[in-house]
């Protein structure tokens, strides 16, 4: 009951990462996510490794504490089932580009019809207006749209590639899950509901240019775009006698102290690159290189008592394997073993943070397809007729 969006109940119609991830973020905070799908399921339920089908690894993590409730929208029956949750809920959350929707019947206004306090949220690819507008969105077209295989190749790849992670749709999800809450926060006050739409390539170009505008952040431009430092192809993990390490040598502090443990103690008084963070921006290409030259002299743990010994930030470079075994990780008991009621048990990860007003609601599994679709048509007064017809009881 004390759960920060304990009342809050939202419609979710959505797929894949982006969506998901934006509902299960809200629902972690105790939110009632009614996640509808089609009778073939969301298509993360395919992407394996699975015990058993259509319980796959994404899916299971991007759908814990969620209802689901299966409805065929392209049927009356369907549709109708879902125009009563519809009026029953805060919010409609949606990744289905609005031309589909449209042609199912389902649009902003039939909603707020029957619902005027209702928060409309749309993640759509590309906003309205543009040359792209109503064209399909994925992660590695944005990634491409927004520069990051240029990046990858400025800092050091042979050849443009993707990053290998929904880094879009993760931050997108993120974005979305914001502005929901603040509609819903404006319509606490107003009393009056609202369509918004998030577009994912805008969302992203503003979270990459961000980083990247540079020069042409002046009209005219007086320099080119991009951010020095972090376009520096020596930028990188060093390579040490038996690993490599992260560190961040960035500050005046930072600086200081890795002379003195280098055998350098007057260097930063008497080399201009490096005693302003300006200069060191300049120069950060060959900066970098002599550190990498540095620490090739020396073993993993070498560096990374020294660097903690100074207060220098410093970090071992993990593999998936050791990222998931960290010991930090263990410390805080990020990961929790959970036993899945179809699945056995399964490792999942905590939600960030604490509370000192009490703790996030725990989480529920991730559930079957169609799971919850009688308990949740009747919680909203769905005519018993029409529950059975919908859910084949």
Request: glycine share 10%; hydrophobic share 35%.
């Given at each position: 009951?004390n759960a920060?969006?304990?009342?809050?109940?939202?419609l979710d119609?959505?797929?894949?990462?982006m969506?998901?991830?934006a509902?299960?973020v809200l629902?972690?905070?105790g939110?009632d996510?009614?996640?509808?799908e089609?009778?073939s399921?969301?298509?993360?339920r395919q992407?394996p490794?699975m015990r058993?089908p259509?319980?796959?690894?994404?899916f299971?993590?991007l759908n814990?504490s969620?209802?689901?409730?299966?409805l065929?929208?392209k049927s009356?029956d369907?549709?109708?089932a879902f125009?009563a949750?519809a009026?029953?809920c805060?919010a409609?959350?949606t990744?289905?580009r609005?031309a589909?929707l449209s042609?199912?019947g389902?649009?902003y206004?039939?909603?707020a019809e029957?619902n005027?306090?209702?928060i409309w949220?749309?993640?759509t690819?590309?906003?309205e207006g543009g040359?792209y507008?109503?064209?399909?969105?994925?992660?590695?077209?944005i990634?491409s749209?927004?520069?990051?295989?240029?990046?990858?190749?400025?800092?050091g790849?042979?050849?443009?590639?993707f990053?290998p992670?929904?880094?879009?749709?993760?931050?997108v999800g993120?974005?979305?899950a914001?502005?929901?809450?603040a509609a819903v926060?404006q319509r606490?006050?107003?009393g009056?509901?609202?369509?918004?739409?998030i577009?994912m390539?805008e969302t992203?170009a503003?979270?990459v240019l961000?980083?990247?505008?540079g020069g042409?952040?002046?009209?005219?431009?007086?320099?080119?775009?991009?951010?020095?430092?972090?376009l520096n192809p020596?930028?990188?993990p060093y390579?040490?006698?038996?690993?490599?390490v992260?560190?961040?040598i960035?500050?005046d502090?930072?600086?200081r102290s890795?002379?003195?443990?280098t055998?350098?103690p007057?260097?930063?008084d008497?080399d201009?690159r490096?005693?302003s963070?300006l200069?060191?921006?300049e120069?950060?290409e060959?900066?970098y290189r002599?550190?990498?030259?540095?620490l090739?002299?020396g073993?993993m743990?070498?560096w990374l008592?020294?660097?903690a010994?100074?207060d220098?930030p410093?970090a071992?470079?993990h593999?998936?394997?050791?990222?998931?075994?960290?010991?930090?990780?263990t410390?805080?008991?990020f990961?929790?073993?959970v036993?899945?009621?179809?699945?056995?048990q399964?490792?999942?990860?905590a939600?960030?943070?604490?509370?000192?007003?009490?703790?996030l609601?725990?989480?529920?599994p991730?559930?079957?397809?169609?799971?919850h679709?009688a308990?949740v048509?009747r919680?909203?007064?769905?005519?018993d007729?029409?529950v059975?017809?919908?859910a084949?009881?």
């Amino acid at each position: 009951m004390n759960a920060p969006l304990h009342g809050l109940r939202i419609l979710d119609l959505t797929t894949v990462v982006m969506g998901p991830y934006a509902t299960q973020v809200l629902a972690d905070y105790g939110a009632d996510v009614i996640k509808v799908e089609t009778p073939s399921g969301d298509t993360t339920r395919q992407i394996p490794p699975m015990r058993n089908p259509g319980m796959g690894t994404t899916f299971l993590h991007l759908n814990r504490s969620k209802r689901s409730v299966v409805l065929d929208l392209k049927s009356p029956d369907g549709l109708e089932a879902f125009l009563a949750l519809a009026t029953g809920c805060d919010a409609f959350v949606t990744n289905v580009r609005p031309a589909g929707l449209s042609r199912l019947g389902v649009d902003y206004e039939a909603l707020a019809e029957h619902n005027p306090g209702l928060i409309w949220l749309g993640m759509t690819g590309f906003g309205e207006g543009g040359s792209y507008s109503g064209k399909p969105a994925y992660d590695d077209l944005i990634q491409s749209l927004t520069a990051v295989p240029d990046m990858l190749v400025r800092t050091g790849s042979d050849h443009p590639h993707f990053v290998p992670l929904a880094f879009n749709d993760r931050a997108v999800g993120l974005y979305s899950a914001i502005a929901l809450l603040a509609a819903v926060h404006q319509r606490n006050l107003t009393g009056v509901g609202q369509r918004i739409e998030i577009p994912m390539y805008e969302t992203m170009a503003q979270f990459v240019l961000g980083d990247h505008m540079g020069g042409h952040t002046f009209e005219p431009p007086i320099g080119p775009p991009g951010y020095q430092r972090t376009l520096n192809p020596e930028r990188r993990p060093y390579r040490t006698e038996d690993g490599y390490v992260s560190a961040i040598i960035y500050t005046d502090g930072h600086w200081r102290s890795f002379f003195e443990i280098t055998g350098q103690p007057d260097r930063f008084d008497t080399d201009p690159r490096v005693q302003s963070l300006l200069s060191r921006t300049e120069n950060s290409e060959i900066l970098y290189r002599e550190v990498g030259e540095t620490l090739a002299q020396g073993t993993m743990q070498h560096w990374l008592t020294l660097f903690a010994k100074y207060d220098i930030p410093a970090a071992p470079v993990h593999t998936l394997e050791t990222a998931i075994y960290d010991q930090h990780l263990t410390d805080v008991g990020f990961f929790r073993t959970v036993e899945h009621p179809t699945e056995g048990q399964v490792r999942q990860m905590a939600t960030p943070g604490t509370w000192s007003g009490g703790s996030l609601p725990e989480p529920t599994p991730a559930p079957a397809l169609g799971q919850h679709t009688a308990e949740v048509l009747r919680e909203f007064g769905v005519d018993d007729d029409l529950v059975r017809r919908v859910a084949g009881e």
